[in-house]
């Protein structure tokens, strides 16, 4: 499969990125050696296979909903790039 | 070697506990050894000495006790771990300055058994790498030879213990990142079965894939610290509420009667360099002459497991990084005007190369029209490659085969490759797409290259001690590797 260096820029626009334009170049041509190789996963049949998304055997435990007062506001603010103490605070949105 | 940082964990605990040593002693003598070694090797991200060493004093004044199987032992944990006011990287720029307000379940579990933080260990960004060159801030050298890589992404943590820094390390292993360092810098590295440590404050790669695990010198070592850190925890879904075995009963087999080594023939296939191959295949004599029969067994699947492993390793990542958008925590790009402009600016900006590519491709599989394609399908294979897994050791109690087809490359030789350095993990992967458990332990020297050679040894869910049981025996019969060659 061909990845041109504009189908780079529009993967990275969704995954809130923005390489400059040697890097589009790189990726296209990296991309498409990497998803090629992965292509070969079609050399199997896997009609009416069951997925397996996690290795996990054992049911997951619901906990009751109660809440539960775990970290302090203090705690939670205290690596933000930007606080006013209360809340986080971020450029403008509209 | 006399000196204290030379002693095995096991060794330095029974020092400790009679106060034949104190905890300052040996606090100090390890970060001597850092301080020696570090220059060379730079296998850690940051030290914490004087916290260390007054908590060292602070026990000391208590004296040893009995109900804490690590007071005083120094340990290192990669920075892929939160630990409360300590810096947690990641090995990225994005967390340069994170400093958590918790520990991470398994770093709590240490400190509650008495061990002390030393510091932190390097690794890959986001443990995305197989040799430590993408760590933002610097490569880590293999201490048996400084112009060759580590291995990755817990290569910090491998060469730290082997570099004897501190007497255990704590790695993460998401496709092969505690087995194939451990191989390469010829230490002992154990992947848990997938559930059996939890994973709460571990930063996440891949959800499915990542389980914290055990780096050591010995077999012993390994045992003691797993005991440490296994067992449920609530806060995380995945962590299985097993009881956990006495690893360290499970050590003292000495022969190996009884026991069927399953040999996948995919693992000793051509592409094996010459020298690993001879190192295992002495290996297996070892195992057989200590009464171990060998059982051909096939993985038919695993030429997919790459593929499959990439696909969802990618996924995962890209959706677990989506969290890093200069809000809440981490790096924050100053220039940005509006909300939009400082998630792309922040992310593209903290995040590394590798960090990204496998953002993106992880964003492109799980695309509109091209989810079934890749991501589905990816999960479909998974399952056949778990089914080759219980079909194997259905005939045999391990399975058995080299963790890595090289020994460690030069540093930067395959950099410029990523799929050539994505084919280095092709022993480790398929083990975490079944969520089973494995072990690399040092076999050897390769003959040509004199870098350290580690066996893989692989289990039944929740079988530990099996490993344990099998590598222990094993270690005693083979000869010791001594010191690395470059320090």
Known sequence: MKISPEQVARIAKLARLEPDEAKLTLFAGQFESILNYMDTLNELDTTGLEPLYSPVTHATVLRDDVAVKTARRDDVLSNAPESDGQFFVVPRIV | ????????????????????????????????????????????????????????????????????????????????????????????????????????????????????????????????????????????????????????????????????????????????????????????????????????????????????GPMTRTVEDNARLLQVIAGHDPKDSTCADTPVPDYLAALSRTDLKGIRIGLPEEFWAQGLDPEVEAACSAALETLKSLGAQPVQVSLPHSRYAIAVYYIVAMAEASSNLARFDGVRYGFRDKEAS??????????????????????????????????????????????????????????????????????????????????????????????????????????????????????QLLGKPFAEETLYGIAAALERATPPLGQPAAL
């Open chain 2, 338 to 455: 509006e909300l939009m402009d400082l998630y792309v600016r922040s992310r593209s900006k903290g995040f590394g190369e590798e960090v990204q590519r496998r953002i993106m491709l992880g964003t492109y599989v799980l695309s509109s029209g091209y989810y079934d394609a890749y991501y589905r399908k990816a999960a479909q294979v998974r399952r056949r490659i778990r089914e080759d897994y219980e079909n194997a050791l259905a005939r045999c109690d391990v399975l058995c085969g080299p963790a890595s087809p090289v020994t460690a490359w030069k540093v930067g030789e395959l950099t410029d490759d990523p799929l050539k350095m994505y084919l280095m993990d092709i022993y480790t992967i398929s083990l975490n797409l079944a969520g089973l458990p494995g072990m690399s332990l040092p076999v050897g020297l390769g003959k040509e290259s004199g870098m350290p050679v580690g066996l």
């Open chain 2, 1 to 212: 070697m006399s000196e204290l940082y030379a002693k095995t964990l096991t060794e330095i605990r029974a020092l400790l506990a009679s106060r034949a040593v104190s905890a300052e002693e040996t606090v100090a003598s390890c970060l001597a050894r850092i301080h020696a070694t570090e220059p060379q090797i730079q296998a850690l991200l940051s030290v914490q000495a004087e916290e260390a060493l007054a908590a060292a004093r602070a026990m000391d004044a208590q004296g040893p006790d009995p109900e804490k199987p690590l007071w005083g032992v120094p340990v290192i944990v990669k920075d892929v771990l939160c630990t409360k006011g300590v810096p947690t990287t990641c090995g990225s720029r994005i967390l340069e300055n994170f400093r958590p307000f918790y520990d991470a379940f398994a770093v709590r579990r240490l400190k509650e058994a008495g061990a002390i933080l030393l510091g932190k260990s390097n690794m890959d960004e986001f443990a995305m790498g197989s040799s430590t060159e993408n760590s933002a801030y610097h490569p880590t050298r293999n201490p048996w030879d400084l112009s060759r890589v580590p291995g990755g992404s817990s290569g910090g943590s491998a060469a730290s213990v082997t570099a004897c820094q501190a007497h255990g390390c704590l790695g993460t292993d998401t496709g092969g990142s505690i087995r194939q360092p451990a191989s390469l810098c010829g230490c002992v590295g154990l992947k848990p079965t997938y559930g059996r440590v939890s994973r709460y404050g571990m930063v996440a790669y891949g959800s499915s894939l990542d389980q914290i």
